[in-house]
């Protein structure tokens, strides 16, 4: 295999990581309630930031910030939830209404980081430094580490909605809230639950982006679009699809940054997503998770 080749699939294995994972949390909360969350992208940069806090002010090691963080990504998801989501969603226009609030919080969030943490280049230590060979090119550990995170957390969550009692539950809601009602499931409980899976799965994926490269207050918007991109183009409708929609546009990127440059980047991901809208609308795998 050619160093080329080799040095492409390394950068779509941390993009498609980061993807899958910003991904998940979108396609829960989507196919849950039926709206999109369009402060995600805030909740990846308040994780970012929480990591760093905690590794460079308060002194933790990096693994060990990153888990202090999660609890309170979560709760800060339920948050979201509680003051950006129920309020709106059963009313006319919901939708509507659940993406304007949402993005609101989405900018005040951006404007509070600048105002907290500046609007300097910061970055996460990475766990380890050691690299390993492989030909010419070296792989940082932080890659493989990147590929467990999303594979175990991705898979993990698959897992949790199909062979637990919670995961029945949320499916349940998925399908008819009414009659989920009806036999003693409390949607609100259900919502709050999923905002919090979302927001760890956003805490992971923060972990992933601030230790690949720097982050600053209005950084969150663009791994969020391209999750966007990749939940319209792996299918909505199962995670399997997201995962492998994730690792699609990672390699789509990737070669396209390699062969062509950064600035085609984008263009090339968008022409692929509108011919694959054509040909296939329901994504490249069509199921429920």
Request: overall charge positive.
């Amino acid at each position: 295999m050619s160093d080329a080749l080799l040095s492409i699939l390394v950068s779509a294995v941390v993009l498609g990581s980061l993807y899958s994972l910003m991904a998940s949390g979108l396609s829960l909360i989507w196919s849950t309630l039926g709206v999109f969350n369009y402060a995600h992208g805030a909740l990846l940069l308040l994780g970012a930031y929480l990591i760093w806090t905690f590794s460079e002010k308060v002194g933790l090691p990096v693994l060990l910030a990153f888990a202090a963080a999660i609890p309170l990504l979560a709760l800060l998801g339920m948050l979201l939830d509680l003051v950006a989501v129920r309020p709106f969603i059963s009313r006319p226009n919901g939708t509507l209404l659940v993406m304007v609030s949402t993005l609101a919080i989405a900018n005040a969030v951006e404007g509070a980081a600048q105002l907290i943490w500046g609007p300097q280049n910061k970055q996460i230590k990475s766990v380890s430094n050691s690299t390993f060979a492989l030909g010419d090119v070296k792989i940082a550990s932080s890659t493989l580490i990147a590929l467990a995170l999303a594979l175990v957390l991705v898979i993990g969550l698959i897992t949790l909605l199909r062979k637990t009692k919670w995961g029945m539950a949320v499916r349940a809601v998925e399908q008819n809230r009414d009659m989920a009602m009806l036999v003693g499931i409390r949607p609100a409980r259900i919502y709050a639950g999923v905002f919090a899976v979302a927001s760890i799965l956003a805490c992971a994926a923060a972990f992933v982006y601030g230790t690949t490269t720097t982050i600053t207050p209005t950084k969150g918007f663009e791994p969020l679009l391209t999750a966007f991109v990749v939940l319209v183009f792996g299918g909505s409708a199962t995670l399997w699809g997201t995962l492998v929609g994730a690792f699609t546009i990672g390699l789509l990127e990737a070669g396209t940054t390699y062969w062509l440059g950064l600035q085609w980047s984008p263009v090339a991901v968008f022409i692929v997503l509108v011919l694959i809208m054509l040909v296939r609308p329901q994504g490249l795998v069509k199921g429920r998770s």
